[in-house]
């Protein structure tokens, strides 16, 4: 455990014990897939109240973890983030903008980057969660992203809006539903590539670290591999007369 996971499992536990002592909601900051699963070092604080990840839609990979008392209902909590929607000011002068561009802007103006959740591109618009404390500030300074002026709206209804990830279907054979076997389809990349990644402490399936080439996956596993992106495992299409399973995986674009 490095000095960074140590700092986050410190603030986890505080955070814990505040909602403990005091009876009320806490929550964190947006973690990514590694801080989340740092959770599991925090189990005697939580023994005593609920805890549940939100990063603002379906598929969300960075998300808030909220720790709440018992009598709370779960649907009646409301973590502390807020929605942007970015826009080119000219559609007809606008760069092709990628979710680095979005984030090395937003992180420019000194924002450090726990306080900003997914950001989800949609042709020529973004949604970007960001913590509620730095929305407005957000909105007030952000005005250009490379040579693309930009308009910025807060989102106060997610309700109104529809965050579809797009995919790119994939198809192929494999021996096995093994873990190392179908990332490697799924990306395009060798077994052999994919180990490094899984001993590493890079993959995750359904937000959980798994560090085993052979994981059975199950039919909709979302995994994601860092520096890689995210999949989802569908079914098994049909065998082969070989034995060997054609599969379908969607691959998030």
């Known amino acids: 455990m490095n000095k960074e996971e140590q700092i986050v499992i410190n603030r986890l536990r505080d955070l814990a014990s505040i909602c403990h002592n005091k009876n009320i909601p806490t929550f964190s900051d947006f973690l990514n897939l590694n801080e989340q699963n740092l959770l599991s070092w925090v189990k005697e604080e939580t023994q005593n109240i609920n805890v549940s990840l939100d990063g603002g839609y379906k598929y969300a990979e960075r998300k808030m973890i909220v720790f709440y008392p018992n009598h709370y209902d779960e649907k009646e909590l409301y973590a502390p983030y807020a929605c942007l929607k970015i826009k080119p000011s000219s559609p007809k002068f606008k ?13 420019s103006l000194g924002i450090d980057r726990s306080k900003i959740g997914d950001i989800i591109i949609n042709d020529s618009e973004a949604f970007v969660f960001c913590t509620e404390g730095i929305s407005n500030y957000i909105k007030d300074n952000f005005f250009e992203i490379k040579r693309t002026s930009i308009e910025i709206d807060i989102i106060y209804d997610l309700n109104e809006v529809e965050f579809s990830p797009k995919f790119k279907t994939i198809s192929g054979s494999v021996s096995s539903i093994r873990l190392d076997t179908v990332i490697a389809l799924g990306f395009t990349k060798s077994r052999g590539q994919m180990t490094p990644l899984i001993q590493g402490g890079k993959v995750f399936v359904n937000g959980k670290l798994i560090q085993s080439n052979s994981y059975i996956l199950k039919e909709n596993d979302i995994v994601s591999v860092r520096g890689l992106g995210k999949i989802i495992y569908r079914e098994v299409k049909q065998q082969t007369k070989k034995g060997r399973n054609y599969i379908i995986i969607d691959r998030f674009i």
């Open 95 to 107: 760069d092709e903008l990628n979710h680095r561009d979005y984030l090395g802007a937003i992180l």
